[in-house]
Nanobody, 130 residues
Framework: QVQLVESGGGLVQAGGSLRLSCAAS????????MGWFRQAPGKEREVVAA????????YYPDSMKGRLTISRDNAQKKVFLQVNSLKPEDTAVYYC???????????????????????WGQGTQVTVSS
């Protein structure tokens, strides 16, 4: 069983930045593809960033490119999400998710569907004030 614990959320003014962290348990973190999702009140959970287990490929929705950076540190068993130029519409609970490697998975694969992930954290609240 893998446990994911997010941190780094909080209240920030529009235009500010946050760095979210997700700490993972498990001995094989380096083989997990990771993703960050967010869910605003009354809305569905959506992907905001994803990274392959090899770390070489990343994904961002077009609407968020340029403001987000996902990265991972396999030695620390952590994945990070840097969010810049925050907007009030970024207010949401942010979740990290992990997908165990399948035999057919390339080190360069990332995943954007919620159903692709095996484990989820409890989320961290990000509130952006105008």
């Amino acid at each position: 069983q893998v446990q994911l614990v997010e941190s780094g959320g909080g209240l920030v003014q529009a235009g500010g930045s946050l760095r979210l962290s997700c700490a993972a348990s498990g001995r094989t973190f380096s083989t997990y593809a990771m993703g960050w999702f967010r869910q605003a009140p009354g809305k569905e959970r959506e992907v905001v960033a994803a990274i392959s287990w090899g770390g070489s490929t990343t994904y961002y929705p077009d609407s968020m490119k340029g403001r987000l950076t996902i990265s991972r540190d396999n030695a620390q068993k952590k994945v990070f999400l840097q969010v810049n130029s925050l907007k009030p519409e970024d207010t949401a609970v942010y979740y990290c998710a992990a997908r165990e490697r399948r035999a057919s998975n390339s080190a360069n694969y990332y995943y954007t569907a919620r159903s692709a992930y095996d484990y989820w954290g409890q989320g961290t609240q990000v509130t952006v004030s105008s």
